[in-house]
């Protein structure tokens, strides 16, 4: 869910507090043509045209930042999103994996 492809929803809960600059950077990204975008925000989903583009990104970011990012977006998922839990909790338990939070990954 978040990784080549990502939703809006779950970008603006991770980031609340920076909702108003989100559309504008992913409208960035569609325009340069590095992610392509399936409907409108708020039910917009998002895919990177290109795996490497995606990898570049990642690697692009320091690792503590990608640990936190990852533990964030796994709480969002438990907290605001239980259907993803419950449908998918490989997907919770990767986040809190690379989050280096194998405790919570677990269960």
């Known amino acids: ?15 609340p507090e920076e909702a108003e600059s989100l559309e504008g950077a992913l409208q960035q990204l569609v325009a340069a043509e590095l992610v392509h975008q399936q409907e409108q925000p708020p039910q917009a989903s998002y895919q990177f045209k290109h795996a490497l583009i995606q990898d570049t990104a990642y690697e692009s970011l320091l690792r503590r930042a990608r640990r936190h990012y990852h533990h964030q977006i796994a709480q969002v998922f438990e907290e605001q999103f239980p259907e993803t839990k419950e449908t998918q909790p490989e997907l919770v338990a990767h986040h809190y994996t690379e989050a280096q939070r194998s405790e919570q990954a677990i269960p």
């Not at 869910?1 to 980031?15: N, P, T």
């Open 1 to 15: 869910m978040i990784g080549r492809e990502f939703r809006y929803d779950v970008l603006q809960a991770v980031h």
